[in-house]
């Protein structure tokens, strides 16, 4: 874990308590975790908003470009494929950690009081997202930053349900707390999500009990590791496949 909270907090109240006191919650153009992320990593507004080739990068530095994504890495697939020829790309992907939600009443604007919500977020839940761009894992250029941060979630009553919760749609995310960074900058980081606990061979539902995700999330994870040869599939054990981790590389 790596993180500035000194930065980080400069960066809450530039975006936060300047604009958003302001003008109020979700009236900017830029979603507020989105807005925090970037001034966390690039301070220097100068690098921020950067035109490259046909598209404009959230940041970018001698170092690389940055991506600040919040919502489907579907619609990344454009850039990464224009960006990842040129520079090391890093995606940035905040997860909340532990969240409260707050509903927004659309005629009157008022929020409701905070809920803590019982799900609590892991860096597992990028990999349903890291899916979505699997032809570009193995690139050497791509690095990730899954950053795990308390927040309040606004959401609007909108959906299909009778009490309008169900199918809502999100409004606004307050980060709070920054709670912890995992880093991918090689393909052997991607180790550091497997739990220390797995025995040597293990299925989908070891992994599920040992990370505390579900069967569907424990499918991808494995999927993806397969593809980045960080397991590897033994055999079976009844209808199960049997994985087991490959060695490091020499590199990592």
């Known amino acids: 874990m790596c993180i500035d909270n000194e930065r ?31 001034h966390y990593y690039a301070p220097d507004t100068a690098a921020q908003e950067i035109p490259v080739g046909d598209f404009v990068a959230d940041i970018r530095t001698e170092e690389g470009i940055i991506e600040i994504q ?6 990344m697939r454009k850039k990464l494929a224009a960006f990842l020829p040129l520079y090391p790309v890093t995606v940035v992907y905040p997860i909340p950690h532990i969240k409260w939600l707050r509903w927004i009443d659309e005629e009157t604007g008022e929020a409701s009081p905070k809920r803590k919500s019982p799900k609590k977020g892991s860096p597992y839940l990028a990999f349903s997202e890291l899916y979505k761009i699997r032809p570009f894992l193995t690139n050497e250029n791509l690095r990730f930053r899954f950053d795990l941060i308390d927040m309040e979630e606004y959401r609007l009553l909108n959906g299909w349900s009778r009490d309008k919760k169900k199918g809502s749609e999100r409004f606004d995310r307050i980060p709070l707390t920054f709670v912890d960074e995992v880093r991918i900058d090689s393909r052997d980081d991607y180790r550091k999500l497997l739990p220390e606990e797995l025995p040597e061979s293990f ?18 994870t494995l999927l993806i590791l397969s593809d980045l040869q960080i397991v590897e599939r033994i055999g079976k054990q009844g209808r199960s496949y049997l994985y087991r981790r490959t060695k490091a590389s020499s590199a990592g």
């Open 203 to 220: 299925t989908t539902k070891d992994l599920a009990k040992c990370a505390h995700i579900t069967m569907r999330l424990s499918q991808i």
């Open 70 to 75: 919040t919502r489907s890495f579907d619609s």
């Open 8 to 38: 980080f907090e400069q960066a809450r109240r530039k975006v936060i308590g300047e604009e958003r006191k302001r003008e109020g919650i979700g009236t900017l153009s830029e979603k507020t975790v989105h807005a925090v992320l970037k």
